[in-house]
């Protein structure tokens, strides 16, 4: 199991946000979180890549790719990150430097040194997000969805088990949000576990998936809602 929470308290701040959570993700799941703003969609995925922490006496179970998140170092949440992709609806790219020189970076930081290599696999990841053609524009050359694409392609640079998404359709044209989600489904079935939060509940039929919902401090998967064919 990717993630497993078992009565786990979610906090902003002192603020408890979600009560009692129990969530759990597997390799190769697509799954969306729903609820209107405020609910604690963002914070529970926050928790997952440690940007929020999960008091030690409140959980039963707090695991995220085999650490127990009660307990992990502040030094050792890198090593969790890079096994993880994280998708900002805001795209957070660096607008100074292609987009090439953007995942470059990211790889020299994550410990790759072969030129060829790090080459080889920006190829890779642009080739299977649609954007090989893009490489040496500046992120100002490209539309939104393109933006969104090269973050997705940053997102698979470490061959991550789960992709955690934050409203990545939230800026975007309903035809893009269309496509970025298709693409994060057609990921999913290569093996990597996507979770995503979303306000497009559209998107709940057209590409079917696990749905929890935050609602009033609490999360409860409702997936019998919606279509599962």
């Known amino acids: 199991?990717?993630?497993?929470?078992?009565?786990?308290?979610?906090?902003?701040?002192?603020?408890?946000?979600?009560?009692?959570?129990?969530?759990?993700?597997?390799?190769?799941?697509?799954?969306?979180?729903?609820?209107?703003?405020?609910?604690?969609?963002?914070?529970?995925?926050?928790?997952?890549?440690?940007?929020?922490?999960?008091?030690?006496?409140?959980?039963?179970?707090?695991?995220?790719?085999?650490?127990?998140?009660?307990?992990?170092?502040?030094?050792?949440?890198?090593?969790?990150r890079k096994e993880m992709g994280i998708i900002f609806q805001d795209f957070q790219l660096l607008h100074d430097r292609s987009v090439e020189e953007n995942l470059r970076f990211v790889l020299k930081a994550t410990g790759w040194k072969s030129k060829q290599d790090i080459n080889g696999r920006?190829?890779?990841?642009?080739n299977a997000v649609g954007m090989i053609k893009k490489k040496k524009k500046m992120p100002s050359e490209l539309s939104g969805g393109e933006q969104q694409r090269?973050?997705?392609?940053?997102?698979?640079?470490?061959?991550?088990?789960?992709?955690?998404?934050?409203?990545?359709t939230g800026n975007l044209d309903p035809e893009t949000a269309t496509n970025i989600v298709a693409l994060l489904k057609e990921i999913s079935l290569t093996g990597t576990a996507v979770v995503m939060s979303t306000h497009n509940i559209p998107m709940l039929d057209k590409f079917p998936g696990i749905v929890y919902q935050?609602?009033?401090?609490?999360?409860s998967e409702i997936t019998q809602e919606y279509n599962t064919k």
């Open 150 to 168: 090269i973050a997705i392609a940053r997102s698979l640079l470490n061959t991550p088990k789960i992709i955690i998404a934050d409203e990545p």
């Open 122 to 126: 920006i190829d890779k990841v642009l």
């Open 1 to 80: 199991m990717l993630v497993d929470y078992k009565k786990v308290n979610v906090y902003q701040a002192d603020a408890l946000i979600l009560s009692d959570v129990d969530f759990h993700v597997d390799e190769g799941e697509f799954i969306y979180i729903i609820g209107k703003v405020g609910s604690g969609k963002s914070s529970l995925l926050k928790t997952m890549y440690c940007e929020l922490d999960i008091e030690d006496e409140d959980a039963e179970t707090a695991e995220v790719l085999g650490r127990d998140l009660r307990k992990i170092r502040r030094k050792e949440v890198p090593s969790l």
């Open 214 to 219: 935050c609602e009033d401090g609490h999360i």
